[in-house]
Every structure is written in C-alpha cells, then in structure tokens.
C-alpha cells in the first residue's frame, strides 16, 4: 500500500489540489476556454468513435484468428501484440510518414483527426481483439449446434447466442480501449499539432508553466473519463444480466 | 457454426485488410525509410553519444522500474487473491489507476510532488537529491506507468493455480516462507514472466509522463523515445532518417519484447 | 499413533453447521473410514484433525497430547487430496522428497528413503517424469509415498479414490489396504463411497449432517444398524409392514403362514446372480424381496402371482436386526439373530 501511495495516490491528490488551488473561479477558466472545450470535444469524441470501431474490428479480428483457419495465422497472432510492445512514438513517426506528407501511398491526412483516430485505433487494437479471444475459445460450440439444429440461421445463433457471451469480454477491451485514447500521448504527438488534443494541452500548459491550467484540464479529463467508463460498466452489467 | 464461404472469404478479408493498413504498413515503412539512405548511415544514427546515452538511460530506467514493480505485482497479487484483508477491492480499483490516467497527468502529478515547489519537492531539493527533470524523476514516472502489469497478469495465474498445493505444503511440513518460494512462486512463473515482459515493454516506450518530467537535455535525460521525438521535432544534419534510425532502434527492442511475449503465452492466447 | 477429536464443532458463514458436537476415537494403527453422503461433515472434521481448518470448539489429540491449536507443519501428519495437490512443476522424485528436504535432511538419506518409497509405490521407473505425465492412479500412490516420507503419526485421507475411474478406485483400495497392513500408520480416511469404506476399514464411522451417527466394524454397522439413515446408507433396504429390512432377508411364501403378509408380486427382475421380485403389499405400497435363481425358479413366480411375504422376525438363520421406523431410536438385539 506504501509503494502505492508514493508512486501513484500522492501523485493523484496532487493534481486535483493544484486544480483547484486558486479557486473553483479560476478552475472553471481552465476548463471553459475556448482551447480547452474544443480540446476536450475532440478528445472525447475521437475517443468515442475509436473506440467504437475498435470494439467492432476487433471482435471480426479475434473471431478471424479463432475460427477461421489460413497459412501465417499465427504469426498474424503474434503481431497482434506489436502495438503493446511497440514504443507508441515510433507509431506516431511511421504513421506519419506512410499516411501523411509525401506519403508513398498516396494519401496524405496529415494535421487531421482522421490520422490521430488511426494512431488511436493502432493503439487499442490489441485490446479487445486479446479480450475476446480467450472467451470465443471457451465457448462451448454444441450451445450453437443446439440453435442451429433447431432452425436458427448463422446471424441469429450468432446475435442470440454467441454475442451474448462475448459481450463482457467486449465491454471491457472497449472500455480499456477508450481510456487509452483519452489520455494518448506518445502515438499522437507528432501527428496533432493544429488538433487540440486534451493531451497535448496538458503537456504544453506544463511546458510554459502555467500548471494550475493543466491541472484543471487534467482533472476534467479524467471526469469525463471516468464518467463515460461508469456508464460502461453499468451498461455492461444491466445488459449482462 | 458451420460459416457459409462467402462470410468466411469477407471477414477474413476485412480482418487482413485492416491489420495490413493499421499493423503491418506502418512497420514495414519504419523499416523501409531507415534503410532508405543505406545499412551504414541509419548504424550511424544509432550510435552518435546522444542516441548511446539514450539507450543506456532507458536500459537503465526498465532495469529499475521492472523489478520494482514484479515485487510490488507479486505481493500485491497475493494479497488479493490470497489473503482475506479488507479493502482488497478498493485496492484493485486504485491499481487501475495508471491505465486511465494520460501519462502527461501522470507527470504532471510528479512535478507538483516532487518538484522544487512541490509538496515534498523542498525535502528533496535540501537534501540535494534532483527528481524533476532528472532520470530519478523519469524513473518514478517509468513505474507509475507500468505499475498494474504485473499484478494483473499474476493474479488470474494465482487464482487458477489454487491453494491445494500450499496447503499440500504445509502438511508436509513447509514453514509459509517455504511453501512461497517453492511451491507458489513455481507455480505462477508464466504470470510473473508475462507480466515482466509486459511491463518492461511499457518501460522502453513510455514517453508521455517523462516527457513532462525530463529536462530533454540530451545525453543525460533524453531516453530513446523522447529522442525519436526530438529528432523529429527538431532534425539535425541527419534530418528525419535519423528519427527513423532511433525508431527502428526501438522497434527492434519491442519486437524481441514482443517475441518474448509470444513465446510465454502459448497456453493462454492460442489461436487454434 | 492414536487420534481423537473431541466435542468438535464448527459453523462456517451463520448459517451452516457442519460438525456438531462430534467425538471420534481412532486407535493406533488402524484403519477407519469416515463415511456419509455430501454435506455430512465428514471433509470438515479430517480437515481439523490434519489443522487445515480450525474447529469452533473441541480438542484435537494426537498420541494423547493436545494439537488443537497447532498449524499442519506441526502436526506431523500426512495428507492426500482427492485431487493430488501434485506439485506440478517438480518431478515425481522431487514430489516425493518434499518433505524431506524442507527438513534439510543429508541428501544421501533423502535419496535413499526417496527410492524405497517410490518402489513402495510402484513407481520406481517414474522418478524423472513430471505429475502431469502420470495417470490418475499413479499420480495418487505418488502422493501417498509424499505424505509417507515424513513419517507421520497419522495419514489423512480425502476421498482419495473419488476422482479415478472405477476399475482403478478398486485397484487402489485393495493396495492400500495391503500398505496399511505393512507399514501399520494410524489412517483415517473419507468417502462417501460404502463398499470402499467396508471393503478396506477395520472401522467406519457413519456420519451424517454434523452428527457421527455409529461407529463401528463393517460387519456392525451393516448387521445391526443403530438408525434407519445408517441401515439404508449401508445397503439396499425395503420397507415392509412399516419397518425398514434388507431384501434379502424377506421370505417369501406360497400359502398364508404365521406372520406373514398378502401381496401380488408386480415385477420379476433378473439381475444375472440373483432376482429381484417387486410386490405391492394391500395398502398399496410396495417392497422389494430379493431371491436366489434357485428360489425363485422353485416358486415359479411370476407377475400377477399372489404370494406371502414375510419380513425378519428373528426366525430363520440369516435374519437381520430390523431398525425401527422412528429416526434416531434403537431397538435391542434380537435374542435370537446372529
């Protein structure tokens, strides 16, 4: 519990002080101005979609790798890792090189947000697809022999049956998936110099100095994160049921 | 499910496709754009003094922050699993608290602590001893970061593992020390090597909380990646080749991470 | 050495009881099998004899000295898992020099006691291979020659037998009975499996919910049941005339004799050996006699068949005590059974 409390509580309580050390007056400037709400709707509604379209390629990717058989699956398997292992600014460069400025393959979203929402997806993709992997090998496949054997076609077996089952799995890769895009850093920050990114605000406010306004961003930013990760859960284990 | 061929044929197709432009592009331009100008520049990229002494700092930063974070994993690990302690649960949730918190925060958070003005800042700074902007500073961000690894790879392995063989310990005799380091330590090696290799692959890559932590003076606070990141930023002589060097520099420390990572979790992942 | 446990109670959580108030003597060097269905507690008490769980109240003695609060190192008892607790990561060798080695014995000794127990075992040529490499039943001697390497006092058996197929449960049975007859440590060992427990105890204490309902030799619990719950855990029963007998100890009869009873046969069942003959008695309920082929052919019977019935009243050779209908109560010995 010691080594906890000085590595990461101390630390915590320590931001949320600093945001509010001048007064909420001077917390809501920080958090209200126009840099830091479009800074947090971007990160917000980036996140969202990412996350989203990661949940839905990552579950095609696992149910891919698990059921489907095709010379180099496993090697496939295994670079499914790559972006857990892989420094996220050597991500941040190679995307900017391949899909920005004087791309070789011809497109160029530099200064976007699409190609921040691809470095996100980069990000998480190991999420869900390793979440749901497990849960997709245990399931017990004579449970959809049984509906098929009584008449139910592949997409209701697989909407009624198999989703179900996969759905924890899914929610939590998600909602590991959003708090990472949240708070992105590394991949992102060679790719969002005219996107307000919630990040990227943090760190440049911390770079000139004016900490109490990163503090304040900071403390909306986990909030907001916080907030949307709740709502997940509860989502998650209503529907559960 | 029997899957008819023509939804098999479609989603393995878009499951490539994606991987190919989300995965496996971005790797192989790294690759590509290092090698661009010839094996000998992108070798001399990676061996000016600053890149060397951003190799040894992050060599050095993992080799701290790793094992201090596999004890803190293992023992935290045990106690919730094991023991019948209160508060195992607002434990557990506070662990989480570095994957949603954004590294910058995480820095942030560091200077206002250890700081000059930080709340311990002024103990630290009378004693002489620099955190902020100095790798012992960078260190305590390396393990902020990568704190939960551990512990959420060896607490599943601790569950299934069971206590029967502990308890089949201690009827023979084994004192609790004994029946820990033979028998449950043995037992949860796969979570605690998982784990490592887990957690050393975010301590090379970390740049967002030490980026807010270093003085990004090279060649004493600048590791590999803040120095992929300063090479882009602002490109010396070598322009963006050697940002591209460093990356593949990093790249290649992160694919034997990641071959480490394949080969520990066989039982566990396979995609049979 | 001898082990006791005394006046043991134990509730987990506020709701379930599963020992109450239970005394059990076991002597030195015997074999005695603690027997009942799930939930009777029968776990739970081997488990605060080895101190694996600690009971609410009582005293646990082992060779008459006071062990209740001692942890199982202390102890100096052996334990085997109904699934082995192999450890799975050391060889079989190692598996079985545990004990040994913690103790820092010299390692000449170790080996030497390693390599006798293993051939005890049978599993000298498996020294090198790893637990999960051996069968069920291998795995299970392995863990005996374990717990037999330290010497206990007394070894602890936890339905040892109940995760093995069953060709190989009777395997074991008789070779450890035939161990038990070499090496003479005090065991106690659990199972909810009866003929296990009469086939291989010189002592069965009959337990069920929380309670030790009798303890005695196989042929005591079986001949003279103390309660109904003993007599039709034990064997089959039939319930004739309001009382509970053994089907083969029903006679029946072609014409109406003293004390005998009217009832239509229903069913003839030929079970190979012996035969089954179902009736139903006027009141309606049924009962169950059982026959010797020779019998029943001498009777030609068959469904629809009016014959007597008369249960076991202490006349006749292999008459049974008949336990009385109200729980728990006794009813002296017949005078006149065996």
Not at chain 2, 15 to 31: D, K, Q
Not at chain 2, 66 to 82: E, M, Q, W
Not at chain 2, 183 to 201: E, F, H, K, M, N
Not at chain 3, 83 to 88: D, E, G, L, N, Q
Request: proline share 5%; net charge neutral; glycine share 8%.
């Amino acid at each position: 519990m010691l080594y906890l409390s000085v590595f990461v509580l101390i630390p915590v309580a320590a931001v949320i002080d600093k945001a509010f050390s001048t007064g909420l007056g001077d917390f809501w400037t920080s958090v209200s101005n126009s840099i830091s709400r479009t800074a947090l709707e971007n990160t917000l509604v980036i996140s969202l979609i990412v996350a989203v379209i990661s949940a839905v390629m990552g579950t095609i990717v696992a149910w891919v790798l698990i059921r489907d058989e095709f010379p180099g699956k496993r090697l496939l398997n295994a670079i499914i890792d790559l972006p857990f292992a892989l420094p996220t600014i050597v991500a941040s460069l190679a995307l900017l090189g391949l899909y920005g400025t004087g791309s070789p393959v011809g497109v160029n979203l530099a200064l976007t947000k699409t190609i921040i929402g691809v470095a996100l997806l980069f990000v998480t993709l190991p999420f869900v697809v390793r979440s749901v992997q497990p849960v997709l090998l245990e399931i017990d496949t004579e449970v959809e022999e049984a509906a098929s054997s009584l008449g139910a076609a592949n997409s209701v077996t697989f909407r009624r049956v198999v989703l179900p089952a996969l759905r924890p799995a899914i929610v939590s890769g998600t909602a590991l998936s959003f708090a990472r895009c949240m708070g992105e850093y590394g991949s992102i920050v060679l790719l969002a110099t005219k996107v307000p990114i919630a990040s990227l605000i943090i760190y440049n406010d911390v770079e000139s100095g004016t900490t109490q306004s990163a503090a304040g961003l900071s403390v909306a930013l986990l909030v907001i994160t916080l907030a949307i990760l709740f709502g997940l859960r509860t989502w998650g284990s209503i529907r559960g049921r | 499910m029997v899957v008819r061929p023509f939804w098999r044929y479609s989603l393995r197709t878009v499951a490539l496709a994606y991987l190919a432009v989300l995965l496996i592009g971005p790797v192989v331009f790294i690759f590509i754009k290092t090698f661009e100008h010839g094996f000998e520049t992108a070798w001399s990229y990676v061996t000016t003094p600053a890149a060397v002494s951003a190799f040894w700092l992050s060599v050095l930063i993992a080799a701290i922050a790793v094992p201090l974070n596999t004890i803190f994993g293992v023992g935290t690990a045990i106690v919730l699993i094991r023991s019948k302690a209160r508060g195992r649960r607002l434990l557990d949730a506070l662990i989480d608290i570095p994957f949603v918190v954004s590294p910058v925060i995480a820095g942030l958070a560091l200077v206002l602590v250890y700081g000059i003005n930080g709340w311990f800042g002024s103990w630290f700074a009378d004693h002489g001893i620099q955190i902020i902007y100095a790798p012992a500073g960078m260190i305590i961000a390396t393990v902020f970061v990568s704190l939960p690894f551990c512990v959420r790879e060896v607490a599943p392995v601790l569950m299934e593992v069971g206590t029967e063989q502990e308890q089949a310990a201690t009827t023979l005799g084994a004192s609790s020390w004994q029946t820990f380091w033979r028998v449950t330590l043995p037992s949860i090696r796969q979570g605690v090597a998982y784990g490592v290799v887990l957690t050393t692959a975010r301590a090379l890559g970390e740049i967002g909380a030490v980026a807010v932590v270093s003085s990004n003076v090279l060649g004493s606070t600048v590791s590999l990646p803040l120095l992929v990141k300063y090479r882009t930023t602002t490109p010396g002589p070598g322009g963006i080749t050697a940002a591209y060097a460093t990356g593949t520099e990093l790249a290649v420390m992160s694919l034997i991470v990641l071959l480490a990572m394949t080969l520990l979790s066989p039982q566990r992942k396979d995609a049979r | 050495m001898r082990i006791d446990a005394e006046a043991i109670y134990k509730r987990f959580g506020d709701e379930f009881v599963a020992l109450d108030d239970v005394t059990l003597h076991v002597p030195e060097g015997s074999l005695t099998a603690l027997l009942g269905p799930s939930g009777s507690g029968k776990s739970t008490l081997l488990r605060i004899m080895a101190g694996l769980e600690t009971p609410d109240s009582g005293v646990v003695r082992i060779g008459g000295r006071d062990f209740t609060d001692a942890r199982p190192q202390e102890r100096g008892i052996g334990f085997v898992f109904q699934h082995y607790a192999a450890f799975t990561h050391m060889s079989v060798y190692d598996n079985v020099a545990f004990g040994l080695k913690i103790r820092k014995r010299p390692k000449a000794e170790v080996r030497a006691k390693v390599d006798e127990l293993l051939e005890l075992v049978g599993l000298t040529q498996w020294g090198g291979q790893r637990p999960h490499q051996l069968s069920g039943g291998q795995r299970q001697r392995m863990a005996l020659a374990r717990a037999l390497a330290i010497e206990p006092r007394v070894l602890l058996l936890d339905e040892p037998f109940g995760a093995l197929d069953a060709n190989v449960r009777g395997e074991l049975r008789r070779w450890l009975r035939r161990l038990h007859d070499e090496q003479h440590v005090t065991t106690v060992l659990v199972t909810h499996d009866q003929e296990e427990a009469m086939e291989v105890a010189d002592t069965v204490a009959v337990m069920n919910k929380a309670r030790i309902e009798q303890v005695g030799s196989p042929r005591d619990v079986y001949d003279r049941p103390a309660t109904d719950f003993v007599m039709s855990f034990l064997g089959p029963i039939s319930k004739v005339d309001g009382k509970l007998v053994r089907p083969h100890d029903v006679t029946i009869f072609l014409a109406e004799e003293p004390g005998t009873i009217e009832a239509m046969v229903k069913r003839v069942v030929h079970l190979g050996f012996e035969v089954r003959v179902e009736v139903e008695v006027p009141d309606g309920s049924r009962a169950t006699a059982q026959l010797t082929r020779q019998r029943t052919e001498e009777l030609e019977l068959a469904a629809g068949d009016i014959v007597y019935i008369r249960p076991p009243s202490g006349s006749g050779p292999d008459t049974v005590r008949v336990a009385d209908s109200a729980v728990g109560q006794t009813r002296t010995a017949d005078p006149q059974s065996t």
